[in-house]
């Protein structure tokens, strides 16, 4: 707070005029002596005194200027500083979302709700790539998708993009480890600062970290529940997931089947043709069964040559039309080896989940009991667990 305001000027002017009419007569009396002084010493003591009082006062203005200027300076540091810790803590929010992303979907959540503020309304956008796609995470303003896809190519150097009405977006690449991610590409309008940079650039390092993060995510999710060799779910993931098929049927009341194959003869086919063979027959059991059986129904590799598939909303008879499906499937379509057509079938246990069953062993136990019978009656055949499910 200021102490003499502009409204107290007039005061002080009166003041300075009242002391000034008090002290004007031994002011002058004070000069005269000087003046006297100075004759009878031959010394200039009333200019030098005028001077000196000059230079003081000078003196104070410069002084009084320079602090003025340093206290606005400290303002526009200070103004600075915090608009730099707002930035930061955009940034570290944004990071922090990120943080929680393990999937695109996620992550184009993340973007789309922290990437406007780090851009600060400038039109902006953020493309991700994956294999030959380019999926768009964030577009903020009146920007096409294709604009942006071209843009981010030409970024890294796929195409020598001409641009669209040469907007020349400023462009961040999303690298990690030599592996191109995306793009991040900012409007150059107005231009961008240094600092502007620097941050969009992070934001766009903290992206490019994360969906690297999500996509090795996925990819050992995918390795600890898929086979490798059949595409198929392996065991422990293929009966948790019946487990949690079982409790939906409880509740929705929907039938449920499971049928379990087992290759015929397939030592044989190691024997014969070696395990190299034996290797793309289960290759190629895995194909088929993709083509045959519903995206939504369960395949499983449950043991060496031996699968499970669980059919939801399904009642026995459409589970036996699907065993017999691929059946016949298998049989028609020899695995080609060395120039040799192997022949390949297999044996087919299934049985329908009783209302209210919950007991995953059990239910695999019938199928495999089936499964067993089916070998015992010749193999390459279909059996239900019992006579009851045969006539359903
Ligand atoms: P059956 O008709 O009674 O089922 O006869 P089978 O010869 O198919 O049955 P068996 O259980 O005796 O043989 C299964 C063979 O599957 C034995 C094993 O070496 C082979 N096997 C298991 N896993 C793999 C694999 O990943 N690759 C190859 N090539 N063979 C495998
Ligand atoms: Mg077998
Ligand atoms: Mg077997």
Redesign the pocket.
């Known amino acids: 707070m200021r102490l003499i305001s502009r409204n107290d000027l007039f005061l002080l002017l009166g003041l300075a005029v009242a002391l000034f009419a008090i002290v004007s007569r031994p002011l002058g009396r004070l000069l005269a002596y000087a003046q006297d002084i100075g004759e009878s010493s031959g010394l200039q003591l009333l200019p030098g005194l005028v001077i000196l009082a000059g230079v003081f006062i000078f003196h104070q203005v410069r002084k009084r200027h320079e602090v003025r200027a340093g206290a606005l300076a400290s303002d526009a540091a200070a103004r600075e500083a915090t608009a730099r810790a707002a930035e930061m803590g955009r940034l570290v929010a944004f990071g922090q979302a990120l943080g929680q992303s393990l999937d695109r979907d996620s992550i184009r959540s993340a973007a789309a709700k922290h990437f406007p503020l780090l851009t600060e309304g400038r039109p902006a956008w953020v493309m991700a790539r994956s294999k030959q796609h380019w999926r768009p995470l964030a577009v903020i303003g009146n920007i096409s998708l294709g604009h942006c896809e071209r843009a981010a190519r030409g970024a890294l150097g796929e195409t020598n993009a001409v641009l669209d009405g040469d907007r020349g977006d400023v462009c961040f690449p999303m690298i990690v480890a030599g592996d191109p991610l995306g793009v991040v590409g900012v409007s150059p309008d107005p231009p961008l600062t240094e600092h502007e940079r620097v941050v969009l650039s992070a934001a766009a390092a903290l992206l490019a970290a994360s969906l690297k993060n999500a996509e090795l995510f996925q990819a050992v999710h995918e390795n600890s529940v898929r086979d490798a060799?059949t595409g198929c779910s392996n065991r422990t993931h293929a009966i948790s997931v019946i487990d949690g098929e079982l409790r939906r049927s409880h509740r929705s009341k929907l039938p449920l089947s499971l049928i379990m194959f087992?290759?015929?003869?397939?030592?044989?086919i190691?024997d014969r043709f070696g395990?190299l063979c034996?290797?793309a027959v289960?290759a190629a059991v895995g194909q088929h069964m993709r083509a045959v059986l519903r995206s939504s129904d369960l395949k499983c590799r449950y043991g060496?040559?031996e699968f499970l598939i669980l059919l939801p909303d399904t009642i026995t008879s459409g589970a036996r039309r699907v065993a017999e499906l691929l059946r016949r499937t298998l049989e028609a379509n020899p695995v080609r080896w060395n120039e040799i057509d192997v022949p390949v079938t297999a044996?087919f246990g299934l049985t329908a989940v009783t209302p209210g069953e919950l007991d995953v062993t059990a239910i695999i136990g019938r199928a495999d009991t089936a499964l067993y019978r089916a070998?015992e009656n010749g193999?390459n055949c279909v059996c239900p667990a019992d006579e009851q499910e045969a006539l359903a």
Do not use: M, T, V
Request: glycine share 12%; net charge negative.
């Open positions: 060799l087992d290759l015929d003869h397939f030592k044989q190691n395990h034996g290797d289960l060496g040559e044996s070998k193999r």
